[in-house]
């Protein structure tokens, strides 16, 4: 008996040494960009004016954005939307956006809030690829995208699938400098016979405030967070070959953050607007 309990014991012992050996490294994370690593923001965003209304305000949880409340621009800002992020030792699990009806001529929002759509983090597996879910409700459409990283844990590449319309597939490739900024994106959207249209960017050496906290300034993830440094243009090559610019003027605070940025676009019927930082 007391020999059959030892043997018990010691598998045990073993199961557990095994359990620990076959653990998964995940020290990558600390590494891996925003949305998806684990680095917080050290300066953060807490509000965003759109031609001097507000359009966004930042909520954060420790080091980590926690939720984006959106406002529509009018005279008097009203609340629209609420993107809420959920983490797990600061890593996402999910990102959940509900919003309201807008009534732009009316200047009024609905006080009915209903989700819009949900973005679902896969679990960890590796350091060189993620993959998450992300699905609409207003018109429902769900997709399956994955996002590709290179050593330095900064994403490469990513490539949409719609799970119901598989001719919507997209993709996109990530040329990034020296100092990890991404100088070119090649868009190929398949139900466009297979066409790549091409996006280079220019950058100033200052921080970009969306890069930590995965979300651009429309609550989006994108090229205009995805690098650590501010756009300056963007040359825009359409699959036709026809291209136009867009140029952001900055001026910017003594720790080096952009304070106001001025965008203005030379296409046909380009506009000209204003974003301010509030930290």
Not at 107 to 122: A, Q
Not at 176 to 197: F, K, L, P
Not at 232 to 249: P, Q
């Amino acid at each position: 008996m007391k020999k059959f309990y030892f043997l018990l014991l010691l598998a045990g012992f073993i199961s557990c040494k095994k359990d620990k050996e076959t653990a998964p490294d995940l020290s990558y994370l600390e590494r891996q960009q925003a949305p998806f690593g684990s680095r917080g923001a050290d300066v953060k965003l807490q509000k965003l004016l759109y031609n001097n209304r507000l359009l966004a305000e930042y909520v954060y949880e420790g080091n980590y954005l926690s939720q984006e409340l959106r406002y529509a621009a009018f005279e008097k800002p009203a609340h629209f939307g609420t993107g809420s992020f959920t983490r797990n030792a600061g890593i996402p699990t999910t990102y959940k956006v509900i919003s309201a009806s807008v009534s732009p001529e009316g200047g009024s929002v609905s006080p009915d809030f209903k989700p819009f759509y949900n973005l679902t983090f896969e679990a960890p597996a590796n350091d060189s690829v993620r993959k998450l879910t992300e699905e609409y409700f207003t018109y429902p459409q769900l997709y399956n995208r994955i996002y590709f990283f290179d050593d330095n844990g900064y994403i490469i590449k990513q490539v949409m699938t719609a799970k119901n319309a598989p001719g919507t597939d997209y993709s996109a490739t990530y040329t990034r400098d020296a100092q990890h900024n991404v100088i070119e994106s090649a868009s190929t959207i398949y139900d466009q016979n297979g066409m790549t249209g091409i996006i280079k960017y220019e950058y100033d050496n200052h921080p970009n405030p969306f890069f930590h906290l995965g979300i651009d300034w429309q609550g989006q993830m994108s090229v205009n967070s995805f690098s650590p440094n501010n756009i300056v243009r963007e040359t825009r090559v359409a699959t036709n070959g026809s291209a136009y610019h867009v140029d952001y003027t900055y001026e910017y605070l003594p720790n080096g953050y952009p304070s106001k940025v001025t965008v203005k676009s030379d296409s046909a019927g380009g506009t000209v607007y204003t974003l301010n930082f509030v930290y």
